[in-house]
């Protein structure tokens, strides 16, 4: 590489709740000289920082508008937050029908995408999720969230039961439509979990010491191959000679006379 070149990089937005570690190693085993810069934005600010290009590709939270590419990952489980000592604590799991005499809190950077959640509405909405969280802990309201975020902002005054009739935050890898980095398709085939040999990804380039062992082992087969061809026709030959002669001993010995 000379002065004047560049190193390959690639920029990854991701949302809060969303840990794209697993999918991180794998890029840097099979891309070791691509840096993979990790950065982190609110689940709102996403797509337009895909839009400006602040980073090639992303893992977001769907939906998405229509001039970015999206490819569903998984749906997350969605949780009610609550103090431990809270009356729902009982039971394994709950409805949206059991919190209609609660207080549901309902902050500004909602991942679920409903317009009200069940319950009683707070007097104001908070402003983030993080801040939601600490007035449940306060004992103002309860709070809906993906079960993601209730482990990220976990206090140990709360605990969480799975909401099941609530709607559900899908995580999704997104970016944009025009131009696309060369590299996104690298990672598309990392997060559907395919192989670094895979025909449908960019093949692996093999380093110089892999070439270099492959012809040798080439050379060593075709070597191995011709020698054993030689000597099973050698003794072919042997053997053929030595049958002939053989038989024509036989031929030429004199009868007894009776």
């Known amino acids: 590489?000379?002065?004047?070149?560049?190193?390959?990089?690639?920029?990854?937005?991701?949302?809060?709740?969303?840990?794209?570690?697993?999918?991180?190693?794998?890029?840097?085993?099979?891309?070791?000289?691509?840096?993979?810069?990790?950065?982190?934005?609110?689940?709102?600010?996403?797509?337009?920082?895909?839009?400006?290009?602040?980073a090639e590709a992303g893992f977001v939270r769907l939906p998405v508008d229509d001039d970015l590419h999206a490819i569903p990952l998984y749906s997350e489980t969605t949780v009610v937050v609550v103090p431990k000592d809270h009356l729902l604590t009982a039971a394994e799991e709950v409805t949206t029908a059991d919190l209609a005499d609660e207080t549901?809190?309902?902050?500004?950077?909602?991942?679920?995408?409903?317009?009200?959640?069940?319950?009683e509405a707070a007097f104001t909405r908070p402003e983030t999720t993080a801040d939601a969280v600490e007035?449940?802990?306060?004992?103002?309201?309860?709070?809906?969230?993906?079960?993601?975020?209730?482990?990220?902002?976990?206090?140990?005054?709360?605990?969480?039961?799975?909401?099941?009739?609530a709607p559900v935050s899908r995580v999704a890898l997104s970016w944009p439509k025009e131009d696309p980095a060369e590299l996104v398709e690298d990672l598309i085939g990392i997060v559907r979990g395919r192989t670094v040999n895979s025909t449908r990804g960019r093949p692996a380039a093999r380093t110089a010491e892999d070439r270099t062992a492959g012809t040798r082992k080439g050379q060593d087969g075709s070597a191995r191959k011709s020698g054993t061809t030689g000597q099973g026709r050698g003794a072919a030959k042997g053997r053929t000679a030595r049958s002939g002669g053989a038989k024509s001993t036989r031929r030429g010995a004199p009868r007894r006379r009776p």
């Open 104 to 119: 549901v809190l309902h902050p500004l950077d909602d991942t679920l995408g409903w317009e009200r959640p069940p319950g």
């Open 1 to 54: 590489m000379t002065g004047s070149e560049v190193s390959p990089s690639f920029r990854l937005v991701y949302v809060p709740g969303v840990i794209p570690g697993k999918w991180v190693r794998i890029w840097q085993e099979r891309l070791p000289d691509v840096p993979l810069t990790l950065v982190p934005v609110p689940a709102a600010d996403a797509p337009a920082a895909l839009r400006a290009r602040d």
């Open 135 to 165: 007035l449940v802990a306060a004992g103002i309201g309860l709070l809906a969230v993906p079960q993601s975020l209730a482990r990220l902002h976990h206090r140990r005054d709360l605990t969480y039961r799975p909401l099941t009739d």
